[in-house]
């Protein structure tokens, strides 16, 4: 089994920063992508951006050009760095992997996912 524990959330105000970091643990072998996702209330969920073992970024529209998706692979972490916030990135945020080295945007192709956390931007 795989844990991941996402950290890093909270609430800042609109133009302001958040780095999420997400640690895996467990089977780790089984992890090559990871990602993060979120899902803000009444909405779908959505992939905000997913980094593959090789370094190969995905990023949603919404976020292209503010967030930036990074990996430690050595410390078996995934960040993701969010600048220029937007009240329309308020959300509960994932972490999720999978075993097939896949970073698009079906979710029902990442197996792991961690308990989320919440990012709130308001001022």
């Known amino acids: 089994q795989v844990q991941l524990v996402e950290s890093g959330g909270g609430l800042v105000q609109p133009g302001g920063s958040l780095r999420l970091s997400c640690a895996a643990s467990g089977s780790i072998f089984s992890i090559n992508a990871m990602g993060w996702y979120r899902q803000a209330p009444g909405k779908e969920r959505e992939l905000v951006a997913a980094?593959?073992?090789?370094?190969?970024?995905n990023y949603a529209d919404s976020v292209k050009g503010r967030f930036t998706i990074s990996r430690d692979n050595a410390e078996n972490t995934v960040y993701l760095q969010m600048n220029s916030l937007k009240p329309e990135d308020t959300a509960v945020y994932y972490c999720t992997a999978n075993p097939m080295d896949y970073s698009g945007s079906d979710f029902r192709r990442y197996d792991y996912w961690g308990q989320g956390t919440q990012v709130t931007v308001s001022s």
């Open positions: 980094i593959t073992s090789g370094g190969s970024t």
